[in-house]
């Protein structure tokens, strides 16, 4: 599902990248069929999402092999097929999924086989279908193209069944960070942001489509498949395979699905208020890392309490997915947050909180991230001073403590460029900002724009705009140069 707006590309140059929607109707009368774009129209990653539809729910039935005992290569296999209901936005003579490193072998639309595969100009033959291929540019690679026949009218709704498969490696992001579908020594992290979900299901991969879900997992017997939201039932055993079923129907951003498979003790308890909590440990953790992990997780009923300040818990259902160290990196998938090797206090703290900032109201581009990282930022701020651990004041005084000529600050937050996502400055800066704007509107003004960001925007997305607007409105203050000199520059603040 998408929100009502439309995504401005704005002049960077964009257009001459993304292929601009194609018609291929009748000239002069009829309906006018065209290609769907192949990206959200997002700067930073122009191939990310895709135009011309969009998608109402994804039910993935996933079939994995984890990697057979070491020292064989970290390689598993997975089959899956991919029923993707979605509603034209445009009559469609063709439209796009994100797919990358995995083949599709058939796909249909209700019930039809799709023809051809492919635009005609870049068309390669597959198996007897076409897909397009453009070999000197790995972004495009990762579009599946679909030729419907009939075309799809707009308004329509269809549904789209994708047979795809292979084997699984490790897929890495543009700075070579391990993502997507990672295969483990025992199954599988899956870790998706900003773009890694198109490795392991088709998909229109950007936030501003964000749909239901629904997993139908299966995996060797013994082995534990954990995913967002809850389980829809009990898990079935046959032949030597486990089938896991779960079921997340609250809007959801692609980056944020997870299907982690494992050796793990599964945990349900719940909340007072009676919201299930179910995590999954790896068996294998140290003691000592099980230890600080079991300390965290035990306090996240009091962390969803502490949080409510914002708003009351916006899914189903929470907890943890504690895997090996093989990502380096946690999470914070929606409903179900994966850590790696330990999940410690404020991690959890951090990841809890993107449930409100950055899973419920998600960036309406790439360059909002700060958003998402500032919040969780300052929450971990806000619940050590709750918990007698140090002020918001020390930590924002660390930050402001950094000198002027320090690189730190040449981080522009609200425009990082894509390699620069996840820079301590989004982080850190951006929490700071928080903080900041706090002191400068005062709590009740700060406390009441936070709630009406997430009142406004929960199940789509916003940018650092609508946050700077909505933050006037309830403070009835013009604050263009407080945004300006802590998001909008590359240099230390001094005034604000
Ligand atoms: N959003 C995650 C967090 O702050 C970090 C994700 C890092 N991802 C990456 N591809 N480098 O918890
Ligand atoms: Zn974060």
Do not use: C
């Not at 209901?85 to 990358?100: G, I, K, P, S, V």
């Not at 490696?169 to 700075?175: F, G, H, V």
């Not at 996840?422 to 009441?448: M, S, V």
């Amino acid at each position: 599902s998408r929100t009502r707006r439309t995504l401005v590309t704005g002049a960077v140059g964009i257009a001459v990248l993304v292929a601009p929607a194609v018609a291929v109707g009748v000239p002069g009368g009829g309906p006018r069929f065209v290609a769907g774009a192949s990206g959200a129209g997002d700067p930073y990653f122009p191939y990310s999402g895709n135009g011309g539809y969009d998608v109402q729910s994804y039910d993935l039935d996933l079939t994995y092999t984890p990697p057979a005992a070491a020292p064989a290569p970290l390689t598993g296999q997975l089959d899956g097929v991919a029923t993707i209901r979605l509603e034209a936005t445009q009559d469609l003579a063709r439209f796009n999924l994100d797919l990358r490193g995995l083949d599709a072998s058939r796909v249909t639309i209700d019930g039809k086989t799709a023809k051809e595969i492919a635009p005609p100009a870049d068309g390669t033959e597959v198996d007897g279908r076409k897909f397009w291929q453009v070999q000197e540019d790995a972004d495009r690679e990762w579009e599946l193209v679909i030729q419907p026949r009939p075309k799809i009218k707009a308004g329509r709704t269809v549904t789209v069944v994708v047979h795809y498969g292979g084997p699984t490696t490790r897929p890495t992001d543009i700075e070579g960070v391990l993502y997507g579908w990672v295969t483990t020594r025992d199954g599988a992290m899956v870790v998706n942001e900003p773009d890694g979900a198109m490795t392991w299901y088709p998909v229109s991969d950007h936030p501003t489509d964000k749909a239901a879900y629904r997993f139908e997992i299966t995996v060797p017997e013994g082995k534990v498949a954990v995913a967002n939201g809850l389980p829809a039932r009990e898990p079935r055993t046959e032949d030597g395979w486990t089938t896991w079923w779960w079921d997340a129907p609250d809007q959801q951003a692609s980056y944020l699905s997870t299907a982690s498979v494992g050796d793990y003790d599964l945990r349900r308890t719940e909340t007072a208020s009676g919201l299930p909590i179910i995590d999954a440990v790896d068996d294998a953790l140290t003691p000592g890392n099980l230890a600080v992990t079991n300390a965290s997780l035990a306090l996240q009923p009091e962390m969803i309490e502490f949080l409510e300040m914002f708003g009351p818990y916006p899914f189903n259902s929470f907890g943890s997915i504690v895997d090996d160290d093989t990502v380096g990196y946690a999470l914070e998938t929606q409903t179900r947050p994966v850590y790696s090797r330990v999940a410690r206090e404020s991690t959890v703290m951090h990841e809890l909180a993107h449930q409100w900032f950055g899973n419920a109201v998600s960036p309406f581009r790439w360059a909002d991230i700060w958003l998402n990282e500032g919040w969780a930022t300052y929450a971990t701020w806000i619940w050590a001073e709750d918990q007698g651990d140090g002020t918001a004041q020390e930590a924002f005084d660390e930050v402001m403590a950094i000198p002027a000529d320090d690189p730190f600050w040449t981080t522009v937050v609200a425009d990082p460029g894509p390699f620069g996502l996840f820079l301590g400055p989004i982080y850190d800066r951006g929490a700071a900002t928080l903080f900041a704007l706090r002191q400068k509107i005062g709590a009740a003004a700060f406390l009441e724009g936070a709630q009406q960001w997430v009142v406004r925007y929960s199940d789509g997305t916003a940018s650092t705009a609508d946050f700077q607007t909505l933050m006037e409105e309830v403070s009835g203050q013009d604050l263009e140069q407080f945004f300006d000199v802590w998001v909008r520059t590359g240099e230390k603040p001094t005034t604000w």
